[in-house]
Nanobody, 115 residues
Framework: QVQLAESGGGSVQAGGSLTLSCEAS????????MDWYRQAPGKQRDLVAV???????NYADSVKGRFTISRDNAKAIVYLQMNSLKSEDTAVYYC?????????WGQGTLVTVSS
């Protein structure tokens, strides 16, 4: 069974930084793309960043230049470094992986940015 566990959320002032971590099951990590999504109150869950198994990355336009996704295959951890945070970045952030056609999600970690 695939397990994903996020950590690192919290409260920060606008302009600040946070780094989220997602520890994944080692059995699937190195072969799979890993994603970060976020869901703001009353809104749909949106894709924030993707990193392929080979390390290629892609970002939502709203976070380009401010967020960086990375992965440590040895530790089976994917990171989301978030800089220059804005109030509109406030959301629950979820780690996601699709393995053999099945979507797996972490429990989410709350990021609150105050202006």
């Amino acid at each position: 069974q695939v397990q994903l566990a996020e950590s690192g959320g919290g409260s920060v002032q606008a302009g600040g930084s946070l780094t989220l971590s997602c520890e994944a099951s080692r059995s699937i990590f190195s072969r799979n793309a890993m994603d970060w999504y976020r869901q703001a109150p009353g809104k749909q869950r949106d894709l924030v960043a993707v990193i392929t198994s080979g390390g290629n990355t892609n970002y939502a336009d709203s976070v380009k230049g401010r967020f960086t996704i990375s992965r440590d295959n040895a530790k089976a951890i994917v990171y989301l470094q978030m800089n220059s945070l804005k109030s509109e970045d406030t959301a629950v952030y979820y780690c996601h992986a699709r393995v053999k056609g099945t979507d797996y999600w972490g429990q989410g970690t709350l990021v609150t940015v105050s202006s």
